[in-house]
């Protein structure tokens, strides 16, 4: 895997190059997947890192990791660490980022980045225990993109089985004053997928998908990102769904977003969530 240390949005960064895809992880302040895309094209993840913010946490976007508690998928511990700067570490051919220490909650977060070809990356997500106590999560891997106005995102649905169904869970409220319309016409249904064509209403859904998948399709841009997760049949997942996502206010961003089975973690262990990036025209 190619990889280069480089200045990005005025942070330290990592940038890891193929022949199909460019990525950027900063390491000031995350961890964070700060840029994806192909090389020498536009960014397709969203990044700010000036106006959205709560507290002394800023949203900045990019890819990050943050921790559903059962029962709690948004507690105010979900992201953190967030903000703080990050440890770097080559191992097994990947690149693998871990957050601070949280004083706290005695966890750290990250990822392992490796590559599996021109166009494709596993990006595995990990909560550790770093503490002495146990620690209960769902690792949730949310990446912010930035839509374009003819972008849509689209979620296979069921498993094909004979008794095919499956979980959708509708926000219309939620913390912060934030609301999302029940008959959301950005919204749409085929008989095998869920379709979101972003309008800029505010919208959020969480879904249980056992293909695990989630694409971005961008034709202005000719690309397709789509990242997929494992799906475990027999665990428990958050509010019962694997994957979810968020339109911000006037298209801002959209997050893809995937969540891990809920467990305990022991101390000294760590929770992982792998998912597969893949970007083609």
Known sequence: MKTREIEFSGMTA??????????????????????????????????DQKDLARGDWKLM???RVWGARPMA?????????DNGPCKVEEKDDALIITSARDKELAITHGFAISQNDESMFSVNNFISN????????????LTCTKPAADTSYHIPLGDHSEWDCFNLVMFRKWGGGHTSPINDPQISFTEDELVLSPQGIESKRMLQAPR?????????????????????AAASY??????????????????????GPEQTIKPGETAFSREVWKIEE
Request: with cysteine; proline share 6%; aromatic share 12%.
């Open 61 to 63: 976007g990019g890819h």
């Open 130 to 141: 770093v503490g002495e106590m146990l620690y209960s999560t769902s690792v949730w891997a």
């Open 73 to 81: 998928d948004e507690s105010e511990d979900a992201y953190r660490p």
């Open 14 to 47: 990592i940038e890891i190059t193929t022949s199909a895809a460019r990525m950027v992880v900063v390491t000031d302040r995350g961890p964070r997947i700060a840029f994806f895309g192909k090389p020498g094209d536009d960014n397709l993840l969203f990044w």
């Open 212 to 232: 695990g998948t989630l694409t971005m399709r961008a034709p202005d841009r000719g690309i397709f990102f789509s990242k997929q997760v494992e799906y475990q």
């Open 238 to 259: 958050p509010l019962g769904c694997n994957l979810a996502f968020y339109v911000g206010p006037d298209n801002f961003m959209v997050e893809m977003e995937s969540m």
